[in-house]
């Protein structure tokens, strides 16, 4: 529901529960109910169409962040597409890297936030 929400008042959301290691692409186990959640929502919608968007914080080299962002975005994507039976044609991956933040990177709580995954619709 907050998904739906989300999408139709600002085009995009964080979506919550994905989790990954520690400057690593791999998607955690914990982040399944997440995933299905999401994959339920785009299965019901499938004219629609999905930018996947990593984020990062800005601890460390800028370009590693920005490649780091992508192949986040990259695996949601393919957790969806293959696990959960998203269509591909619906869904692109993009890597902001630490270009677009919500919070200071200033704090630790600023860059937690900062490290997400976004969807926005096109």
């Known amino acids: 529901k907050s998904l739906a929400e989300g999408l139709s008042a600002k085009g995009h959301i964080v979506l919550d529960g994905i989790y990954f290691k ?11 109910e997440a995933l299905k959640n999401i994959a339920e929502y785009l ?9 996947i968007v990593g984020h990062t914080d800005n601890t460390g080299d800028f370009d590693a962040n920005v490649t780091l962002s992508q192949e986040r975005a990259n695996a949601v994507m393919n957790e969806l597409i293959t696990n959960y039976k998203v269509n591909a044609d619906q869904l692109k991956a993009f890597g ?7 919070a200071t990177n ?6 937690a936030l900062n490290r997400r995954v976004e969807i926005v619709e096109l």
């Open 96 to 102: 902001a890297g630490a270009v677009a933040p919500v």
């Open 43 to 51: 299965n019901a919608h499938p004219k629609k169409k999905f930018v």
């Open 106 to 111: 200033v704090t630790k709580q600023g860059r």
């Open 22 to 32: 520690s400057g690593k692409a791999e998607v955690k186990s914990t982040s399944a």
